[in-house]
């Protein structure tokens, strides 16, 4: 029997892309275990995630009704346990993935691959009988990046940069314009990947066409095998970073938003990245040596063993709604 699913995700320049593009590394697992997957969003996702327009998922928007389904996946910050009872009417059971938590649920699973000690469970309130995915082993990545860099030369000769689908806190023309500053387009080459939704894009695409050592990609769908041509990955927090981290190459990272905090702090403590800062930290970073020193001797850091363990999962929740049913 065919098992159907509607994933609830947003997508905008606001929030990124990040929630619609960890969903669809989801979904194409889902496909490959035989369920109908489709997917219900806002309507600026269409614009802001071009992926999703290209997969072959159905897609319905939020001036349509949800098509009845056995599982409702919800990833949104903004939604909680009211939404989560809203949709049992168009759904049997009720799947949440919260890497934030903080807030209440009234779900049947939940799902967060950012816990990273016993401590971080107690962020989310849930039912006694509500079954728990916790951990890095449930990290919804492609498999192309569970494939870890293994060469990697210090100090680093190419560094990658990517601050996500729609770059929220505009740092990438920032950055470029500080590496121009500093000269540093004379010791390194960067590539540099950005996506249609981003606001720079002119000026970048301007920028890069008049330095020969900015190699510039726009809206790649290869982003595993060009972080693996690199030494050193710079960006913020999110969906790209767990792939970074899961390739295994070093990384700076910044935050763009308050919601990335708790587990930036707790990464750099792990010394899994080097964290650079958000807001004035940033500035402080980029003008007064942090990141030039960085870059001239990036520190050893920590690698993390983020598998993915989605399989077992659906077969868990499978088993569960076979023994509801």
């Known amino acids: 029997m065919t098992r159907s699913a509607v994933i609830r995700c947003d997508a905008s320049p606001k929030i990124g892309s990040g929630h619609v593009m960890r969903c669809l590394a989801l979904a194409d697992v889902m496909r490959g275990r035989g369920w109908a997957v489709s997917f219900y969003v806002n309507e600026e996702a269409i614009q802001t995630a071009p992926f999703l327009q290209r997969s072959s998922y159905d897609v319905y928007t939020l001036d349509q009704s949800p098509p009845s389904c056995d599982l409702a996946i919800i990833d949104h910050y903004d939604l909680n346990a009211e939404y989560e009872r809203q949709a049992k009417a168009w759904a049997k059971q009720v799947l949440v993935i919260d890497d934030v938590g903080h807030r209440k649920h009234d779900c049947d699973f939940i799902m ?22 916790f951990g890095l082993e449930y990290a919804m990545l492609r498999p192309e990046f569970l494939i870890p860099v293994t060469h990697i030369k210090n100090p680093p000769e190419k560094i990658h940069i990517f601050f996500g689908g729609t770059d929220v806190a505009r740092l990438t023309l920032r950055l470029l314009k500080k590496i121009l500053d500093l000269g540093l387009e004379t010791q390194y080459v960067f590539q540099i990947i950005i996506a249609d939704a981003n606001p720079d894009k002119e000026d970048i695409i301007q920028l890069c066409a008049m330095q020969a050592a900015f190699e510039l990609h726009v809206q790649v769908e290869d982003m595993a095998d060009l972080i693996r041509q690199c030494d050193l990955a710079i960006g913020v927090g999110g969906v790209a970073m767990w792939e970074r981290l899961a390739l295994g190459i070093p990384v700076i990272e910044f935050a763009h938003s308050e919601i990335q905090l708790e587990t930036l702090i707790k990464l750099r403590d792990m010394n899994a990245i080097y964290y650079a800062g958000m807001g004035e930290e940033i500035t402080d970073f980029l003008d007064n040596g942090g990141f030039e020193a960085t870059l001239n001797s990036p520190p050893s850091l920590t690698k993390l063993d983020i598998g993915t363990n989605l399989p077992a999962m659906l077969e868990t929740i499978e088993t569960a709604m076979r023994r509801a049913a």
Do not use: E, K, P
């Open 112 to 133: 967060d691959y950012a816990i990273l000690d016993s401590a971080d469970t107690a962020r989310h309130t849930v039912s006694h009988n509500c079954i728990c995915f």
